[in-house]
């Protein structure tokens, strides 16, 4: 995967993490991203289109954060003690639910990574940059995150599964490539010791 170099410092970094407009990112070291969507740089700092389909893909070549963890931190809620069940990681959500061991939330890979580009706007923040925890109310609360068949999480989460995809094909493809030149060099190579053979047995010279 191609790299960049870093332009800002971890100062900066940080900076744009809490969300400072001016702070946009031209270039990164893709190796440096963030795995934990509670630290990550917002999308949207990602000034350069170029880099955003970069980091993009990515996070998606990666798959959602989704640390298994044998217990998880508890949280008072009312007069219950809650806390994050890993199993939720499975089933319906398995795409997209992401766990922050650093904020102890969850986020929303496929939103956090397209929203932008079907939404501008503070609203319906908690799955990609506040992070939700209200572990009582979970399981509904995912479910309305998830909404209608034309909610906008499910339209970032079928870019994210187009994107991952094509990738996917284009891989194919490569793998396909690499293979058909393995398979010439190997004739090559047996046509070659077929032909040392040859001029040995008959003793002509190479």
Not at 50 to 74: A, L, T
Not at 87 to 109: A, M, Q, R, T
């Amino acid at each position: 995967m191609e790299k960049f170099l870093a332009k800002f410092n971890h100062s900066q970094a940080s900076s744009s993490t809490n969300g400072n407009p001016s702070s946009l990112i031209d270039d990164l070291n893709l190796d440096s991203l963030e795995a934990d969507p509670g630290k990550r740089v917002p999308i949207a700092h990602y000034n350069n289109p170029r880099i955003k389909d970069e980091v993009r893909k990515h996070y998606i070549q990666k798959g959602p954060c989704q640390p298994k963890m044998d217990s998880y931190p508890p949280t008072k809620i009312g007069k219950r003690v809650r806390q994050f069940c890993k199993i939720w990681f499975e089933g319906p959500y398995s795409k997209w639910l992401e766990y922050s061991v650093e904020k102890d939330s969850v986020y929303c890979l496929c939103c956090y990574l397209f929203k932008d580009d079907f939404f501008h706007g503070s609203t319906s923040e908690f799955y990609t940059k506040t992070g939700f925890r209200s572990w009582n109310r979970a399981l509904e609360r995912f479910r309305k995150h998830v909404g209608d068949v034309n909610s906008i999480h499910n339209k970032c989460l079928n870019k994210m599964l187009d994107l991952s995809n094509h990738h996917q094909s284009i891989q194919v493809v490569i793998d396909k490539h690499s293979q058909k030149v393995k398979n010439e060099y190997r004739m090559r190579l047996e046509a070659s010791i077929d032909v040392s053979r040859l001029l040995l047995q008959y003793g002509l010279p190479f």
